[in-house]
């Protein structure tokens, strides 16, 4: 017993904080300016955890901070700790109604425009108090937005390429195959079997590079080889300018378009057709993230509620 209550007299909220906090920023420069206190008091948050538990959590390469296999372990398991205790005062403080209710939500364009209308509706009719805010930006961006504190809730495309930090909950919503767009008389289009190399020799318009159906196609070509060989002719961030641009023959596309519509042809220019390539260039999730071990207030539930059941009965 003695030994467990000089343990949690030793061991203190912002050394474990401080170790989280440097998994994130790498360098104890940046640690203290996110916890407000000079290099040498946030260098001594860590060493004193390192004493408690007489191990070496960090290995300093010139100004870079590096985890050790045991830092990261402890870092993994803290994270939870440190994020319910950071978020309990706002939790108190809405069961209490001392603050306004916001909610802020980042998503890219496709997302705001085809999935949440819906969602969004309904909640404003069930909150209409809550300051809910939407923010348009690719995957990437969404999640960084999170990661920053800048959003509740990020609503982003993830591939097999893309590994998302420990720090955060996810909750899968669709699954998307990456298709090729082109004109129905294309080549493409009438090919009895496709491969990657084939694909490759064509120009391509193709997602912005900040998408992650793009970094899956990006990967898939590096692995057979060709990624160098492209002919890219245009990077765009929605079906409606890549599908435009596929139709004036500026080259062929390969995304995942969520749920795939027919695209009606201009007058002038050719039908399209989507040929789904998912067997050679893979698929995109559409996930749902939050910080992992915060408290998740009842007004942000119910919006995470409302979206996923959107996403169900759309597959039903």
């Not at 097999?160 to 699954?175: I, K, M, Q, T, V």
């Not at 040929?275 to 119910?302: C, M, N």
Request: proline share 5%.
């Amino acid at each position: 017993m003695k030994t467990d209550r000089r343990f949690f007299k030793e061991l203190r909220f912002r050394q474990l904080r401080a170790l989280v906090e440097l998994s994130r920023h790498k360098t104890f420069s940046s640690l203290a300016a996110a916890l407000k206190m000079s290099v040498v008091s946030a260098w001594r948050q860590v060493r004193a955890l390192e004493e408690e538990f007489g191990v070496q959590l960090v290995d300093t390469r010139g100004q870079q901070v590096v985890l050790t296999e045991d830092g990261r372990l402890l870092a993994e398991m803290a994270e939870p700790i440190v994020e319910s205790f950071l978020s309990l005062r706002s939790v108190f403080d809405d069961r209490q109604g001392k603050t306004p209710r916001k909610l802020t939500v980042a998503a890219p364009a496709g997302v705001l425009n085809d999935a949440l209308p819906d969602p969004v509706t309904r909640y404003r009719k069930q909150f209409p108090n809550v300051g809910l805010r939407l923010m348009e930006s690719p995957s990437r961006g969404a999640l960084v937005a999170l990661l920053a504190g800048q959003a509740d809730i990020a609503i982003i495309g993830m591939t097999a390429a893309d590994e998302l930090p420990s720090s955060l909950s996810l909750h899968r919503l669709a699954r998307y195959p990456i298709h090729l767009l082109c004109p129905a008389d294309h080549l493409l289009a009438t090919a009895k079997k496709l491969t990657v190399k084939q694909i490759a020799q064509h120009p391509l318009v193709l997602s912005s590079e900040d998408t992650s159906d793009r970094s899956q196609v990006d990967l898939t070509f590096a692995n057979a080889g060709v990624l160098n060989q492209l002919n890219i002719a245009i990077s765009a961030s929605r079906v409606p300018m890549i599908a435009k641009y596929v139709a004036m023959d500026f080259g062929v596309a390969l995304l995942a378009p969520g749920e795939v519509k027919s695209l009606v042809p201009r007058r002038g220019q050719p039908q399209l057709i989507w040929r789904d390539v998912s067997t050679l260039f893979g698929h995109e999730d559409l996930v749902l993230l939050q910080r992992k071990g915060r408290f998740e207030l009842p007004h942000v539930r119910v919006f995470r509620e409302l979206v996923e059941r959107s996403f169900e009965d759309a597959h039903l």
